[in-house]
């Protein structure tokens, strides 16, 4: 074995990733996830979504999710050039 270690990944900058959780997270709790857009879906769906900076930072979002005591639906890395539609910012 040698000791060189070899990266798989692009170091290009932060990843887009959407959080989909149930129910409708309220905005009182939009600090705790900064510079993530929060979208309310007509079927009772919270979106998060936004730049990630690596896998700590979404490792550290998923817990916080598990704190507040929301049900996660899915975690999905998505492409940066791709739009989830219109967006209700808490801001």
Same mark, same amino acid.
Request: charged share 25%; aromatic share 6%; hydrophobic share 30%.
């Given at each position: 074995?040698?000791?060189? =270690?070899?990266? &798989?990944?692009?170091?290009? $900058? @932060? ?5 989909? *959780?149930? %129910?409708? +997270? ?15 879906? =007509?079927?009772? &769906?919270?979106?998060?979504? $936004? @730049? ?5 930072? *979404?490792? %550290?979002? +998923? ?29």
């Amino acid at each position: 074995m040698n000791g060189t =270690n070899v990266s &798989t990944e692009d170091n290009h $900058g @932060p990843e887009r990733y959407e959080i989909r *959780l149930k %129910g409708h +997270l309220d905005a009182r709790w939009a600090d705790r996830f900064e510079g993530l857009s929060f979208t309310y879906n =007509n079927d009772g &769906t919270t979106i998060l979504n $936004g @730049p990630v900076v690596d896998q700590a930072a *979404l490792h %550290g979002m +998923l817990r916080r999710v598990r704190d507040i005591g929301m049900p996660l639906i899915s975690v999905n890395q998505v492409d940066s050039k791709v739009s989830t539609g219109p967006d209700m910012n808490t801001d």
